[in-house]
C-alpha cells in the first residue's frame, strides 16, 4: 500500500508540538498522529512547577494598551499567518509593551544558552504569534525555578527565519502518515518519555538483523495493575479520586484510579455510571467476564487517535498478512516446544525435534489452510504430552488427556481455558492502547464479538504466559481438588481458586526475562505491548518483518 499524504492537516499547531518536532521529528509523529504520551521524572516535576501557571488569573491587556493586569498566566493566543496556537505560562505588561514568560524546572544551562534549542522554538514561536495579535513584544524572558533566576531570550531575524523553516518542515512530517525513522544511538533517547512506544534501537536491531544488546530505553515498569472484581453482588463506584467496592453496605476495597491499568469484571458484578464516565475519561477500559472466566466484551472510551493504523490494518493485503501469521505460529511452536523440554518429566525428544521440524513448515506455508494444518497439527502433538509436565504428585488429581474447550471436563483443560481468556483480555487492552482495532485480525479471521486481532498475538504467548501459569498452579499446589466444581460433565474453578489463578498469573505477568533480540530485561507484561508496537511498525512501513517473541 502506498503511502499517501494526508491532506487534512488541522490549520493551527500547538507551540509544544514545535517543541517536540525540534526535538525529534519521528516524537512529534508519535505524538501528534498516533496521541502517544508518556511521562518521566523530569515532565513530572515540570507539571508541579506549572501548577500555579496552568490556572488562568490576570486580564490581558489589548495590544497596545497600558490598562490591564501586570501580570496573566496561562494565556491562550493563536496565529493564522503562521497556523500555530499557543498558551504563555505568563504574559508581563510593561508599559503598552508584553513579555512572555515561560517557566521552566532546574537552572539555566550556560549563561549564553540558557534553555535547550526546542524550549527556545517554543518560547520564540510565543513572541511571534503575540507579534501576530498586534503586540509590541521586546524579548522573551525564562525564568528558572530552582536558581529563581531569569534569562532574556532575543527574538532575532535569524530566529524568526529558523521558525518559519521549521514550522513549513512540521507541516511536511504532519501530513506522512509514515513516521520518521529513529534516531540511531542518539543521546536523546534513554531520558525521552516516547522511547517505549518509539523502540528505537530494537527497530535497528530487526533492521540489521543482529542481536546485540539494545540500551534498556524501555521506561519504568508502571505502577499501575488490573483490578479484579469477582464477588457476585459487588458493586464498583466513585468517591474522589478512588474507585470504591462495596457488596451491601461493606466496603471490600477502595482504590486510586491511579493506580489502576483497567478493570476486569466477572460475573454479577454492578458498575456505576459515574465510575464508567471516570474510568473512560482516565483511558481506563473495563473488561467483562462470565463467572467462569469467558472474556465477553470491553468498553472504554473514545478510540484512539491512530487512524491510520486502524486504516492499514483494515487494507493489509492478504500476502504482508500470511507473512505475519506464519511468525506468530512459528512462535508458538518454538515456545511449546521449549515448554516441553524444560517441564517434561519422561523422555519427549521425538516430540521436540517434530516440533523443531513442524515450526519449518509453518514458515514455509503457502496458504492460511496450510498454516491452519501445520499451527493444528503442532497443538495435537504438544497437548498429546502436555501430561508429563505434571508432577507425580498431581497426575493423579489432574488427569489429563486431550484437550477440550466448551465446556472444559477435566481441571487441566478448565485452568488453561481461564488463563486463556485473561491473556485475550491482555492482549485486548494492549492492542487497545497503541491504537488497533483488536477485532480486525491477520490470522484468525474476524467473526462477531471475537477480538481477531487479540487472539493473534496471544498465539505466541500462549505457552509462555498461559501454559507455564497452568503448570505452576498446579505442581506447585496452588490449586488441589477442593477448588473445582463437577456439574454435568464440565468442570469450572470454584471462587477461591479463580483467586489462586489470578495471583499466579499476575505474577507470571511481573515475572523478568533476557529478551533473546535486543538482549535487556523486561517482564512479560510490557514484552506484549512490544510484540504490539513491533506489530504496528511492520503495518505501518517502518519494519520489513513482524519478529515473533521466541525464548530459548
Known sequence: MEHEPVADVPPLVPA???NEFVYCPRFFHLAWSSGESGENDYTAEGKF????????????????????????????VSSD???VIAKADIIERRGTQVVPVELKRGKARDPDHPVWEPELVQMIVTAMVLRD???DVPHCEVRFTESTTRAILEISDERIANIERVLAELRSVAADPLPPSPLIDSPKCPACIMNGACLPDEHQSIRTGTSASARRLIPEESATSPLYVTEPGARIG???KHLTIKKGSDKLADLRFLDV??????????ISTQAMRELFFREIPICYFSGNGWFQGIAEGLPGKNVELRRRQAWCEEGERLDIARS???????NARVLLRRNAKDDVADVVNELKRMSRFATTADSFERLLGVEGGAARLYFSRFSTMLSAEQKPTFDYVKRTRRPPTDP????????????????TTTLLAVGFDPYQGVYHRPRFGRPALALDVAEEFRPLLADSTVLTLVNNGEVTDRNFVRRAGAVSLTAEGRRSVLAAYERRLSTEFTHPIFKYNLTYRRAIEVQARLLSAKLSGELDDYVSLVTR
Do not use: W
Not at 261 to 270: D, L, M, P, T
Not at 328 to 334: E, H, S, T, W, Y
Not at 414 to 423: A, I, R, T
Open 16 to 18: 509544544r508540538m514545535v
Open 49 to 76: 512547577e506549572h501548577r500555579v501557571v496552568d490556572r488562568e488569573a490576570g486580564t490581558p491587556p489589548a495590544a497596545g494598551s497600558a490598562e490591564g493586569s501586570e501580570r496573566s498566566t496561562s494565556v491562550l
Open 81 to 83: 499567518r503562521l497556523g
Open 133 to 135: 495579535n498586534g503586540y
Open 238 to 240: 466513585v468517591k474522589g
Open 261 to 270: 491499568s483497567h478493570v476486569a469484571i466477572f460475573g454479577n458484578v454492578q
Open 328 to 334: 506468530m505460529v512459528r512462535g508458538k511452536i518454538l
Open 412 to 427: 487441566i483443560n478448565c485452568l488453561l481455558s481461564y488463563v486463556y481468556g485473561l491473556l485475550v483480555k491482555d492482549c
